[in-house]
């Protein structure tokens, strides 16, 4: 037995477009978050990247709170904030695989 493990990295993203205007965006490359974002009603998806399967949502807040507090809601993850680029976003847990080495047994009849 055997494990594979997947890196970690960033699935989801969520940032403001200007100081001031209280459109956020939340872009995204986990497909359970996207389904959520879909199945709501006040997050308009604006965008689909076609070569790395990620989705792109807007909606308004008017407070970075309710921002942020939506954004824990919706992807379920810790959020970590990047003050270079002025975003929030989680990381998706790693996805460890078990493989199993098949077993075979022989069974002879006596």
């Known amino acids: 037995m055997h494990y ?3 890196c970690s990295k960033p699935s989801s993203y969520l940032w403001q477009e200007l100081r001031g205007i209280p459109t956020f965006r939340l872009q995204t490359s ?14 308009q ?3 689909f990247f076609i ?3 990620e989705w792109l949502f807007q909606k308004t807040f008017y407070s970075n709170d ?5 954004f824990r809601r919706v992807t379920r ?5 990047n003050a270079f680029r ?3 976003y989680t990381i998706s847990p790693p996805i ?3 493989k199993m080495e098949s077993d075979v047994l022989n069974i002879v009849e006596v």
């Open 51 to 53: 070569n790395g399967s």
């Open 77 to 81: 993850l810790e959020i970590n904030y």
């Open 4 to 6: 594979e493990i997947e």
């Open 45 to 47: 998806e604006i965008g």
């Open 66 to 70: 309710r921002a942020l507090q939506s």
């Open 86 to 88: 002025d975003e929030y």
């Open 96 to 98: 460890v695989d078990i």
């Open 30 to 43: 986990d497909q359970t978050i996207a389904r959520r974002l879909q199945k709501r009603n006040d997050f």
